[in-house]
């Protein structure tokens, strides 16, 4: 079993930070991509920024220059740091994990943290 918990987000001023935090336990035997999607009410979940495990990232257009994702392996947790914050930020953020949990088999998974609320107020 593999289990992502998610931290940090919260209500906040428009130009204000947040960090988020995502920690996965349990089962795990390799972490490959980690990535940040949200949804706002009414839309579609849209990726926000991914990271691999070689480092190579990838953002939404809109948030390039203001989020910044990294990884920690030591503690399997990516974070993601949101500058400038705008209301059309607002959204509940998920993590999402690409693990592999068995070392006999090259077959990954997908996992998905519970989420958690982003508000920006105007």
């Known amino acids: 079993q593999v289990q992502l918990v998610e931290s940090g987000g919260g209500l906040v001023q428009a130009g204000e930070s947040l960090r988020l935090s995502c920690a996965a336990s349990g089962s795990i035997f390799r972490i490959n991509a980690m990535a940040w999607y949200r949804q706002a009410p009414g839309k579609q979940r849209e990726l926000v920024a991914g990271i691999t495990s070689g480092g190579s990232t990838n953002y939404l257009d809109s948030v390039k220059g203001r989020f910044t994702i990294s990884r920690d392996n030591a503690k399997n947790t990516v974070y993601l740091q949101m500058n400038s914050l705008k209301p059309e930020d607002t959204g509940v953020y998920y993590c999402?994990?690409?693990?592999?949990?068995?070392?006999?088999?090259?077959?990954?998974?997908?996992?998905w943290g519970q989420g958690t609320q982003v508000t920006v107020s105007s």
């Open positions: 999402n994990f690409e693990i592999r949990t068995d070392i006999r088999s090259y077959m990954s998974g997908y996992y």
